[in-house]
């Protein structure tokens, strides 16, 4: 059983900057993709970013060249330095686990789930 912990949500201003982190408890967790997702209230959880060993990095369209995802494996832990922020980037975000080596955009290809940190853009 893979545990996730996210942390580093808030209340910021259009433009600012946030940086979430997600400290996992695998111990294999430098061969894992670790993605985020997001979830805004009444809309389905949509794919944020990814890392994986053979793909490196993959963003949506929505956040490609604001955010940035990153992993310390010494520290089991991933990163999602989030900058230039919208109001449409409210909501809650998840960080999540697949035992894949491949970036998956989909839910459902992800194994484990964190609980969310909420990430709340005032205009």
């Known amino acids: 059983q893979v545990q996730l912990v996210e942390s580093g949500g808030g209340l910021v201003q259009t433009g600012d900057s946030l940086r979430l982190s997600c400290a996992a408890s695998e111990r294999s967790f430098s061969v894992k993709t670790m993605a985020w997702f997001r979830q805004a209230p009444g809309q389905e959880r949509e794919f944020v970013a990814a890392?994986?060993?053979?793909?490196?990095?993959g963003y949506s369209d929505a956040v490609q060249g604001r955010f940035t995802i990153s992993r310390d494996s010494a520290k089991n832990t991933v990163y999602l330095q989030m900058n230039s922020l919208k109001p449409d980037d409210t909501a809650v975000y998840y960080c999540a686990s697949s035992r894949g080596a491949r970036i998956e955009t989909l839910p459902k290809r992800y194994d484990y789930w964190g609980q969310g940190t909420q990430v709340t853009v005032s205009s």
């Open positions: 890392i994986s060993w053979y793909d490196g990095s």
